[in-house]
């Protein structure tokens, strides 16, 4: 399977040697074939076909012209409807179009539809989608694949080739876990680079937007694409953004990389500890010097996330109650009955594990036991990051302690599957850019990920050393 | 003073703290660009982020974060640099969030003070423990149709500050002061419209009783009272309803109590056990407040004089009772006319007294008869000085000028005018008045001979008839004098 890239496209559509319907046909008719993956909540080609007539009579130069992309529909969207893979939400047609959509509809691109997640973008396998399962598209016959999560669609879409770049949101791991997953690029940037306007919140505080590509260089371009500051997002950063694409550099010579000792953890399996020291000693090689350094309180980094991102999801999904919105149950002789079949009814088991978590949490007298305790270490995890990079530009880790897991493993098994955010739920604490790239295959020949951790905004060097270990594996 | 009740067994204090909200006067509400103009058709002013439409983020309206502020200072309080909004968690209808957001650890506002005034011209302050910043809810319309409730999402999100004092009142009276002076202070400040009936102002208010000297007693809150005298009503029931309870014998429940404003009477809502646990954690999508002590400072330059300053200074300049002047003071329309009038010419400074008494007896009195406010009062304040300058200047007599003042309200001519044209010139002149008195004497020789026989009270008779005489114009003074002078002759 020869992927195009998407800077290969860009190419080919400003020489002529294609044309933006025959490009989209292409990706329309490989949707079609792949409709068992079931990658996409929504598609619909009227809807693709429309936006390439559109196009067509648009004169004007724009970055992304016809460049077909799969959004997260965890992202609001105008043209689609938006359900968060939720029934609580499902037919649910916004009137407004989140900002990094809206960034992405202003470049010219072309939606080609929502894709798959987690319910609410909580989980790490695609498998609490009320409508159903996404297979990684690296699955072998017979052996059905997880693509991770929760921004499992994107990945998969990706990876199957079924769009040029996908939007996804992180937050304690779920674009660079199913990058790492499905073979793909997976950049989470610093919390604030893109606005969570128009994105269902599952944690505030945590959740980040971000982007999927077949290639570092397109991750670059299209980051570029939907960072930016937004009045309407309080916590939306005012910083230049810098032309990612146009100052990537490969040469990390007289760079220092961190590797932090608190990632080898017991019970990693040896190839994702074969990979991590390959790229280390690749790096090296490019006259990178290595400087071991310490992350002490990287152990209770999970733990913590585990607190923080649930107590804020108990509250950001209070809204979904059957009164303005969405799904309302039928059975409803009082308020009361109405909030508890509206959403007995209308969220997983996933999601009401996640309320019930939050709201103990919360509660007076486990207040101060759990939440606040888990904000002062969150301080603390963020510290650790901050002191570490006085000694190091960027960091490098796995990104997840496995590859590919059989679709229904850990279905029920939580705290299995939450063991899964271990290398990305600390940068995620800590509101840190993170990138992963394919890098080495396990013994079934299936991609593993490699995490690279910059300094927040500074996504550029986190392309750079990405860039560069791309190329060398390459 | 003694601020007891009786009960049937023992005296009682009432102990009563108060928590107002007062909604702030802002043309948006506080985290989000929709109008929070009163008596819009129903969810005409409901943006995407007052409807807790998925995605959307609350953005603090800068303008709120001010009125806070300014009327902290108004307060006497401490305006705390770093604040924090937080939710409030909890599932009503209209409460589309699910959580309001509102401050709990850290307010924008500490501790304050102030103070009332007692007509004997004693004062007492009342602490203030702090003033928060939060959203209001929608309206849930429950009598619009048999079976179903509605909800209007106009209020939802409005500004609010929830003003929170100590508990240091002690009589629904007090009670009732307190929420006025705070009043007032807004509306001075112009940061609430100060309307109870529209619900911009209204009070939980918890009491509770005990004997002198003891430790405080459980408290019961009754919610949400929209007049100072359901307020006073509420407290009095509540509180002869405990001191039943505990000579009785029995123990207060901490409960949270309606008040029903048909009957006078508080009912409970929900006890201790069932009180919410509102899960308060920060607001993640909201960053910390900060406010530097520049910007404060600017917003302290901005604020205009107060009600106590202003007392002061009239008490000072015009030589007023504490009294007086907190009268004159209480609302600021009061105070702009009483300055209006005492500048409209520079004699009336010498006759402060006669000004607030014209202003606040018989100027308020017409009003309330016409149902009607000192804004849009027919008299003018240039046309009231001028009226006390016909009294003070003895051209016309008190008594007349009543009648001057009722001609001038429903005619709106000035006093002026109206004295010229019917003759109401007090009459001066001393061989006038007693040509009259002559007159009187002349006809009345009965009743010459009983007064001069020591039935003193007779003088009134004989000045009524001579005023009938002049009409009422003579001067009661002179009238007075030469009356007696004239009959001590007769002796």
Not at chain 1, 377 to 393: G, M, P, Q, S, T
Not at chain 2, 411 to 433: C, H, M, N, P, Y
């Amino acid at each position: 399977m020869s992927k195009s890239s998407l800077k290969q496209t860009l190419k080919d559509l400003e020489t002529k040697k294609i044309s933006i319907r025959e490009l989209n046909q292409d990706y329309l008719k490989r949707i079609k074939e792949k409709d068992n993956l079931n990658v996409f909540i929504h598609f619909n080609e009227d809807n693709v076909l429309k936006q390439i007539d559109n196009l067509e009579k648009d004169n004007s130069v724009k970055k992304l012209k016809g460049i077909p992309i799969a959004i997260k529909d965890l992202f609001c969207t105008k043209s689609m409807p938006t359900t968060a893979a939720s029934k609580i939400l499902e037919n649910f047609n916004p009137t407004y179009e989140s900002f990094v959509t809206q960034k992405l509809l202003d470049e010219g691109s072309i939606f080609v539809g929502k894709t798959n997640l987690d319910e609410f973008a909580m989980g790490s396998a695609t498998n609490t989608s009320f409508f159903g399962n996404t297979i990684n598209p690296l699955s072998k016959e017979n052996e059905p694949l997880a693509p991770g999560g929760s921004s499992g669609g994107s990945a998969a879409a990706v990876a199957a080739d079924l769009c040029l770049g996908a939007t996804g949101t992180d937050t304690g791991g779920s674009i660079r876990q199913p990058a790492s997953f499905c073979g793909v690029v997976g950049i989470k940037p610093t919390y604030g680079l893109c606005s969570r306007w128009g994105i269902a919140a599952f944690a505030s505080s945590l959740d980040q937007a971000g982007i999927f590509s077949h290639n570092v260089e397109d991750a670059s371009i299209l980051l570029q694409s939907i960072a930016g500051f937004d009045q309407r997002d309080s916590t939306s950063a005012k910083v230049n953004i810098p032309n990612y694409f146009e100052n990537l550099d490969d040469d990390l010579n007289g760079k220092t990389v961190g590797i932090p000792k608190e990632y080898s953890i017991d019970g990693t399996p040896m190839e994702i500890s074969q990979i991590w020291e390959d790229a280390i000693k690749v790096l090296e090689k490019k006259g990178v010097k290595i400087k071991n350094i310490s992350l002490p309180h990287t152990k209770y980094a999970l733990p913590t996330y585990y607190i923080i991102a649930p107590a804020e999801a108990s509250s950001n999904l209070a809204r979904y109650d059957g009164v303005k919105y969405g799904f309302r149950s039928d059975e409803i002789d009082s308020l009361d009955e109405m909030y508890e079949n509206t959403r007995a009814q209308g969220f997983g088991r996933e999601v009401k594990r996640r309320i019930l978590i939050g709201t103990y949490v919360l509660s007076a007298g486990y207040y101060d036991a759990y939440y606040l305790k888990a904000q002062k270490v969150r301080k603390l995890i963020a510290d650790d990051f901050n002191k570490a990079f006085k000694e190091c530009d960027f960091i490098v880790t796995p990104t997840a302690p496995s590859a590919a897991f059989p679709l229904n493993e850990k279905q029920n098994d939580p705290i299995k599957m939450y063991l899964n955010d271990v290398f990305t739920v600390p940068a995620s604490l800590a509101g840190l850019p993170g990138i992963s790239i394919p890098f080495g295959k396990d013994k079934n020949n299936l991609p593993l990920g490699i995490q690279i951790l910059g300094k927040h905004f500074d996504e550029q060097q986190v392309f750079n050393a990405a860039v560069s270990l791309e190329r060398s594996y390459e | 003073m003694n601020n007891l009740i009786k009960g049937e067994k023992y005296d009682w204090e009432i102990v009563i703290g108060l928590e107002i909200h007062a909604q702030v006067k802002s043309n948006s509400k506080l985290f989000s660009s929709s109008s929070t103009k009163f008596g819009s058709s129903p969810n005409s002013q409901v943006s995407l982020v007052d409807a807790a439409m998925p995605g959307m983020l609350p953005v603090i309206n800068k303008y709120c974060v001010e009125q806070a502020v300014k009327t902290g200072i108004g307060l006497n309080a401490k305006i705390n640099n770093y604040s924090v909004f937080d939710r409030k968690n909890y599932f009503y209808a209209d409460l589309p969030q699910g959580y309001q957001i509102s401050q709990y650890k850290y307010p924008i506002v500490g501790e304050g003070k102030v103070t009332i005034d007692f007509k004997d011209g004693t004062s007492k302050d009342i602490r203030i423990v702090r003033l928060h910043l939060e959203q209001d809810a929608g309206k849930s319309l429950h009598d619009q149709n048999p079976s179903k409730t509605y909800v209007d999402l106009n209020r939802s999100g409005v500004a609010l500050m929830e003003i929170v004092s100590e508990p240091d009142i002690r009589t629904p009276d007090e009670a009732g002061m307190y929420i006025s002076k705070i009043r007032s202070i807004l509306m001075y400040l112009d940061t609430c419209d100060g309307n109870m009936q529209e619900g911009s102002l209204r009070a939980d208010v918890n009491i509770s009783v005990r004997k002198p000297g003891d430790e405080y007693g459980t408290r019961c809150e009754i919610k949400n009272l929209n007049s100072i005298k359901f307020i006073k009503q509420a407290i009095n029931y509540e509180a002869k309803r405990q001191i039943e309870i505990l000579e009785s014998g029995g123990s207060i429940e901490q409960n949270t109590m309606l008040f029903n404003t048909s009957t006078g009477k508080t009912r409970p809502m929900r006890n201790k056990e069932e009180a919410h646990d509102y899960r308060y954690f920060p607001d993640p999508d909201l960053l910390p407040l900060e406010i530097s002590k520049e910007e404060i400072g600017k917003i302290k330059s901005s604020i205009p004089e107060l009600p106590d300053e202003l007392k002061n200074k009239f008490i000072e300049t015009y030589k007023l009772s504490n009294y007086d002047a907190s009268v004159l003071t209480a609302e600021k329309q009061t105070s702009d006319y009483f300055n209006e009038t005492i500048n409209s010419d520079s004699e009336l400074k010498n006759h402060a007294k006669i000004v607030v008494n014209w202003i606040t007896s018989e100027l308020f009195s017409l009003l309330n008869k016409n149902n009607q406010d000192l804004n849009n009062s027919p008299v003018s304040p240039e046309n009231l000085g001028q009226l006390v300058k016909l009294i003070s200047t003895n051209e016309i007599s008190g008594k007349i000028a009543k009648d001057v003042l009722e001609d001038m309200f429903s005619s709106g001519k000035t006093a002026r005018q109206i004295v010229d044209e019917k003759g109401l010139q007090q009459v001066t002149d001393q061989g006038e008045i007693a040509k009259v008195i002559d007159e009187v004497i002349a006809e009345n020789p009965k009743m010459v001979e009983q007064y001069l026989a020591g039935k003193d009270k007779l003088l009134g008779f004989f000045v009524g008839q001579a005023m009938k005489l002049t009409k009422g114009k003579a001067n009661p003074k002179m009238l007075n004098d030469i009356l007696k002078q004239k009959l001590n002759k007769k002796n």
